[in-house]
């Protein structure tokens, strides 16, 4: 039975998340702030969490960081916020720490329902990633790299590759056609494969191939704009590396 762990001051809210969640086959666990919230995260290990953003003691947002700050780099369990409103700030901030969604009050049965289990089930697919072994995760042959994806391994080109990007303990691969696969396993898994060929990391999160780079613009560090349109910050201890190499590939 997968469990869900509510964080809200308003004891009626809790209860009617509650009854929902236990109507619906889901194990709840409850807490009335984030302090609490904490204490059950790390003793009982919830599959999600729902979490009030404003809340005496702790708010979510300070219990998102609290919880990141000590997994570091483990999954943790998806935070759907709750919230009556909040500004276009709160919400980018919210989602900088990890936030998986927002559920905005007043809330239907179906809505929290749906993207609970949503955020479940990617949870899950996640987690039977992670169980591939990372022997699997090799080179082919000369030109492809094995990904592992949700079907299994997929033998992607190199160049088909445009960047790689740190996701928490996941990373992302970026590629051609505005295809994106989300890889249970850390981004420095890939970092030696990866340097081997056209690749460069140009940020501690971020490593990018050379020849998807269309322009360097010049800064205090600076930035590149990919193949895709997209943009990616350069650090500055890498920024001559980078400028080095680009010289060498015009």
């Known amino acids: 039975m997968e469990k869900i762990l509510i964080v809200e001051d308003e004891q009626g809210i809790r209860d009617t998340l509650k009854e929902i969640l236990e109507f619906a086959g889901y194990e709840v666990l409850i807490a009335a702030n984030g302090k609490i919230g904490f204490d059950l995260i790390i003793g009982d290990h919830p599959d999600l969490v729902l979490c009030d953003v404003n809340m005496p003691e702790m708010g979510g947002f300070e219990l998102l960081e609290a919880v990141n700050q000590r997994f570091k780099d483990q999954i943790i369990p998806p935070f759907l916020f709750l919230t009556a409103k909040v500004e276009a700030e709160g919400l980018r901030y919210g989602m900088s720490l990890g936030a998986d969604d927002y559920i905005f009050k007043p809330f239907a049965a179906s809505d929290i329902l749906k993207t609970v289990r949503l955020r ?50 996941y990373c992302n691969f970026y590629l051609i056609d505005n295809r994106k696969i989300l890889v249970s396993k850390p981004m420095k898994d890939f970092e030696e494969i990866l340097s081997s060929k056209s690749f460069l990391k140009v940020h501690k999160s ?30 500055v201890r890498k920024k001559e590396e980078l400028l080095y190499l680009l010289k060498g590939n015009a």
């Open 120 to 169: 479940l089930d990617r949870r899950n697919k996640l987690l039977d990633q992670r169980s591939i072994s990372k022997t699997e995760t090799v080179i082919t042959d000369a030109d492809k790299l094995a990904i592992p994806c949700n079907d299994g391994l997929e033998l992607i080109s190199f160049e088909k590759i445009i960047k790689c990007q740190a996701d928490r303990a």
């Open 206 to 235: 971020t490593i990018v191939n050379i020849k998807h780079i269309e322009k360097f613009v010049r800064g205090k560090s600076g930035y590149l704009l990919m193949s895709d349109g997209s943009s990616v910050n350069v650090s």
